[in-house]
């Protein structure tokens, strides 16, 4: 703006009786004004007075011409008050005539129509009914709102909910209310949809509308305030963690360098199952038991590094051991992550007290903290031999020097969280399905024997056995580990399958729904490997069930899962023959957050050779 540039100028050769005008009074005033600031400042009220005003007097000049007998009124009123005289400002308050005008053109052809919206940054009430913090006052909109399901006053749809499974709700739902539609849980509103055209939508094309969460309050706890990958708000903070995580541990390179730690884990396994065949033949076999703490060991060792059976935590009394790890860095926060705290759904009553939810949760947050500000610690005191790898821990340390500590320690935490769970679940459905299908089993160990011939499959083979991978994407489809992607935040009005969707709304997008929709699926609560490889279906297909999200905040931690379950499957098949306990074949209950089996798997294994 060279309006400030001409008048410094001209400072120079002002006239000591020059009046004073507005920029005078902002240089004079608004010196601590920056230089941005006080060019818009300046030029707000030019702007403002160009517009509004015009248009009002436009309109009230067009009535008058349009008019004739109200202007005579107006002219006889102003002629008597002026009589020869000028009319003039200080006349106006004698003349109600053209002050009537005036408001009436306002109220006619009002300049600003919708107020702009206002943000509501507290929960207040309009008119008796609740308005929850995030909302904006609406703008209207051309496009109709979702399909609305009938709830209760105030709880909406909670009760319908609280059987904690709400994807077999949702999909129930769609089928009455059609693939998009809109619930209450309280005094929030969700828009859930049911169909893979409206997710990808949501995950790609209208991202940017929808990039962060708004968090219950027990994630709000565990995940310090946004601070890990998966629960932050888009944004620069987001980018630069989730490139941590990729480059020190999840990306194609690291998970090369990190291979080793893999091949270990299958090998682990397997020395496990056979010691079982040969202590108990015949005997079932806990699959879980085993899975898992293997699973955790290879969490830990890309971690930090090691995989302790055994660390002291002062703050927790000393000593504990691997299996006390395993709950205070994965179960515990598993469990306390579906905790349900009731002012989640009742926000404008948060001022209440829950203190035995939020002693729970703290609980658990500070043990959670205490096991790894001692990982870390460790780390820092232990004598690095010269061969020793560079672990995640390293890698944080180096380039996020300036994370806070508690940040730190979530990020180093998260995907020992994260490593531990989804893998399991969709290995442990996978190995159930294979277990009650002695068919599909043969199917599988002939195309492994026919590649591998007698060497250990590895993850080099695995683009040669097409059955191993279809088996894999058909067990995320049916039993996919994250049923419902995390819900999306509105921040500013969108569209959703041509309906108006609210800033304030959260997006639930309902993977289950999608992967069970009859005009995707043919008999899709069957598991059937072979429609992964029907012929048409090419590879992009693979990933159809959308399971590992999509978008520019897809799953950091794909390829890792993909190497471990496929290399599992296929390593755990080429070694042993599996048979389902009896009656286990019922037992397809799912527990908590993912789609964990509700009962272990319980297993007859055989020694092929
Ligand atoms: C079968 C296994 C897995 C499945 C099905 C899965 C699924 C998902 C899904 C649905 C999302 C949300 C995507 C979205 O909001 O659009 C996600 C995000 C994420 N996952 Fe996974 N996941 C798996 C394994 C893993 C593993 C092993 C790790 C790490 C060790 C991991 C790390 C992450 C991270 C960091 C995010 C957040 C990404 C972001 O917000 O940018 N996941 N995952």
Redesign the pocket.
Known sequence: MDLIGDYDNMMTLAIAAEEECFLDYLLEEGKWLTEEQLQVLLWEPIFESSDTTFVTTEWAMYEIAKDPIRQEILYKEITKVCGSNTFSEDMLSQIPYLTAIFHETLRKHNPVPVVPPRYVDEDTQLGGYHISAGTEKRVSSQYPTPPVVPGLPVIGNLLQLKEKKPYKTFTKWAEIYGPIYSIKTGANTVVVLNNSQLAKEA?VTKYSSMSSRKLSKALKIISHDKS?????N?DDF?KTV?RF?ING??GANAQKRLRHIRDTMFENCINHFQAHVKNQPGGLMNFREIFRSQLFGL?MKQAVGRDPEKLNVPELGGILTKEELLEILVLAPMAGLIEVDWRDFFPYLRWIPNQKFEEKINRIAFRRAAVVKALINEHMNHIRLEEEEKCFLDHLLEEGKWLPEEQLQVLLW??IF??S???L??TEWAMYEIAKDPIRQEILYKEITKVCGSDTISEDMLSQIPYLTAIFHET?RKH???PV??P?YVHEDTQLGGYHISAGTEVA?N?YGCNMDKNVWERPEEWLPERFLNEKYDPVDLFKT?????????????L???T??CTSIGRFVQEFEWKLEDGDDENVGTLGLSSLKQHPLQVTIKRRK
């Open positions: 995950m890990v990958v998966a629960v932050s888009y987001h989730k995580l541990l999840l969490a998260e995907p994260e490593s769970d989804t893998t679940v969709t995320l996919n580990p994250v992607v995390p999306r997008i993977l959308m399971a590992f999200g999509g978008g520019k905040r897809i799953c950091a931690g794909a890792q899962a993909i471990i379950a």
